[in-house]
């Protein structure tokens, strides 16, 4: 069992900044990746970023590509969301996921984590 804790959620205004953290009690063959999906109130939890640990290489949804980065840490067993000029569409519950092959959909995850608020105000 992995278990995923994420941090640095809040309120923000438009154009503000963000860092979001997650945590990986361990890392597996099955966790290879690791990504950041969001879920907007009455809409489908939507992919955001994912990387991996130990193959160089990220992948990004479209609308948030040139705003966020992800990155790693791998001493710490930690990822991170940058999220700068950040807009109200952004706002939502963001998860961290663990899992293979730095796909975009729920389905390459296995692990997730417990989700932190992000509200981007305009």
């Known amino acids: 069992q992995v278990q995923l804790v994420e941090s640095g959620g809040g309120l923000v205004q438009a154009g503000g900044s963000l860092r979001l953290s997650c945590a990986a009690s361990?890392?597996?063959?099955?966790?290879?990746?690791m990504g950041w999906f969001r879920q907007a109130p009455g809409k489908e939890r939507e992919f955001v970023a994912a990387?991996?640990?130990?193959?160089?290489?990220?992948r990004y949804a479209d609308s948030v590509k040139g705003r966020f980065t992800i990155s790693r840490d791998s001493a710490k067993s930690t990822v991170y969301l940058q999220m700068n000029s950040l807009k109200p569409e952004d706002t939502g519950v963001y998860y961290c996921?663990?899992?293979?092959?730095?796909?975009?959909?729920?389905?390459?995850?296995?692990?997730w984590g417990q989700g932190t608020q992000v509200t981007v105000s305009s």
């Open positions: 996921a663990a899992g293979r092959g730095l796909g975009t959909d729920r389905t390459s995850y296995t692990y």
């Open positions: 361990r890392r597996t063959f099955l966790t290879e990746t």
């Open positions: 990387i991996r640990w130990t193959i160089e290489g990220t």
